[in-house]
């Protein structure tokens, strides 16, 4: 290895014919520059590079063990190949983007510096299968770490949730009054939403955990490759097992990019709260002023702006798994360019997602919450009338019969110009039902009804207390 060579690397200047493309042999004239802008990929794919130069590394490996190259020649591609993945992790090396993509470049610049033993690397591959490896290489390093960072925001839920187990709040449905809760359980209501997205990854990361390398353009090879030995070197617990499909599949990238989608769909659904809740006619959340904004014309205004962005992106990532989806649909076997095309919107997805989660997770872990006007939203508005109900199913009475009593109390209310049923006499309980005693008025309590509310799940301390234990049991995992 030598400095000229690094240096010519770095600024992108082909000394020699390393750095055509490596399919240029069979033409007589290059293409032309706007041509080859037009295909090229390694500004998307860039991101995989220390992904290509480890499956480089295992395949040079098995080359040697299978006797195809030699061991100085292993040898010189193996301390290449670490040479480039050290100096492009200190910024000595800078990506070439006159190359075709980041294969080229990684052996371009390996074969710069090694020599003939770099033109053996791609020996018994195809750019189909390794691109299909350096993908899956990449997802299984990069989705732990995302997974980290939505175990995070859990955590952060469930901890403000353990300061809030007895703080009152309405549930609602249809955007109506409908039963009375805590901010704890609706925290914890969020939390469950991203534990199931953890889950989801989990299982996507399953399917990609055998290699495809081996697979060559579509037919595997003649040469005596070992794709098991890959692949146990990898850490794949396995190989695909037909060599046609492991070039054509593409479901990883739509499977992981459903994943993201569902991931924005609760952080879009949990903004698109915050932003109510923060409104004057809610105000149950202030905002910290560090993830608020002000407004151009009215000096009053402290905007919602960054929940809003995070909901205003979910179309992005919607978008991106509608394009896999489409780009897909209608391809022959085996690989076909159009599949050059999946990388963009799978890494854009998951870049969206991923910095939508650390913004949410700073936002609502600095923001105040305030008691006595979620407290108050208990109060009116009938939340207490199936408790009503539930008071006299505890007499005997079967429910429908007790559901209809408690509708009558509500009618009741609403012609008297009351807003709440605690607000009748208990003589104007007795001639809806004769089974109405001066204890239903502690029963019907919004504090009552939510700590009555004891089943799994239910919004009582008790319960939420231990969906905080087992959320907090699945961070710990993590």
Same mark, same amino acid.
């Given at each position: ?28 004239? +290059? ?45 010189a591609?193996?301390? +290449? ?89 309405? &549930? ?30 989990s ?10 390398? &081996? ?69 149950f959340?202030?905002?910290?002023e560090?993830?608020?904004? &002000? ?76 008691l ?10 009938f ?8 008071y ?10 007790a559901?209809?009593?408690?509708a ?48 799994? +799940? ?11 234990s ?9």
């Amino acid at each position: 290895m030598n400095d000229s060579n690094i240096n010519n690397t770095s600024h992108g200047t082909i000394t020699d014919n390393n750095h055509a493309a490596l399919w240029h042999g069979r033409f007589a004239e +290059g293409p032309d520059a706007v041509a080859v802008e037009f295909e090229t990929s390694i500004h998307v794919d860039e991101r995989m590079a220390l992904d290509d130069i480890r499956g480089s590394k295992a395949h040079a490996q098995m080359l040697f063990e299978q006797g195809i190259i030699s061991k100085e020649e292993n040898k010189a591609i193996q301390d +290449g190949l670490a040479s480039i993945e050290q100096d492009l992790a200190s910024g000595k090396l800078v990506i070439d983007y006159s190359a075709e993509d980041i294969h080229s470049f990684v052996e371009a610049t390996l074969t710069d510096r090694v020599g003939e033993p770099g033109r053996k690397l791609h020996t018994g591959r195809s750019r189909n299968d390794q691109i299909a490896l350096d993908e899956r290489l990449y997802l299984r390093r990069v989705i732990p770490e995302l997974q980290k960072k939505i175990v995070s925001l859990i955590n952060t839920l469930a901890d403000i949730a353990s300061a809030h187990t007895h703080s009152l709040l309405t &549930g609602y449905t249809h955007m109506q009054h409908a039963q009375p809760g805590t901010l704890a359980q609706h925290l914890c209501a969020w939390a469950w939403m991203l534990v199931r997205d953890v889950d989801r990854l989990s299982d996507s990361l399953k399917r990609v955990q055998l290699s495809p390398l &081996g697979s060559g353009a579509l037919a595997g090879s003649g040469l005596p490759l070992n794709r098991e030995l890959v692949a146990e070197s990898l850490g794949f617990t396995g190989v695909t097992q037909n060599s046609l499909d492991s070039v054509s599949d593409r479901d990883y990238c739509i499977e992981f990019t459903s994943d993201f989608a569902l991931l924005q769909s609760h952080l879009s659904r949990m903004c698109e709260e915050v932003v109510l809740w923060s409104t004057t006619e809610f105000g149950f959340i202030d905002l910290s002023e560090k993830w608020s904004t &002000g407004s151009s014309i009215m000096p009053q205004k402290k905007n919602p702006d960054f929940a809003e962005l995070i909901r205003g992106r979910t179309g992005k990532v919607y978008g991106d798994l509608i394009n896999l989806l489409v780009m897909m649909k209608g391809l022959p076997l085996a690989y076909d360019r159009d599949m050059q095309e999946d990388k963009a919107p799978l890494f854009e997805a998951l870049d969206t997602v991923e910095g939508n989660v650390m913004v949410f997770e700073a936002m609502i872990s600095s923001a105040k919450w305030n008691l006595e006007k979620m407290e108050a939203s208990c109060y009116g508005g009938f939340a207490n009338a199936t408790d009503v109900a539930d008071y006299l199913v505890c007499k005997g009475v079967p429910f429908r019969t007790a559901h209809g009593v408690a509708a009558q109390c509500v009618r009741k209310c609403i012609d008297s110009g009351l807003d709440a049923i605690e607000k009748l006499s208990l003589d104007e309980m007795k001639i809806i039902s004769p089974l109405f005693e001066a204890d239903i008025f502690e029963k019907i309590t919004p504090e009552a009804c939510m700590k009555a509310r004891k089943t799994t +799940g239910g919004p009582s301390p008790e319960q939420t207390e231990k969906q905080i234990s087992a959320l907090k049991d699945f961070c710990a995992k993590f």
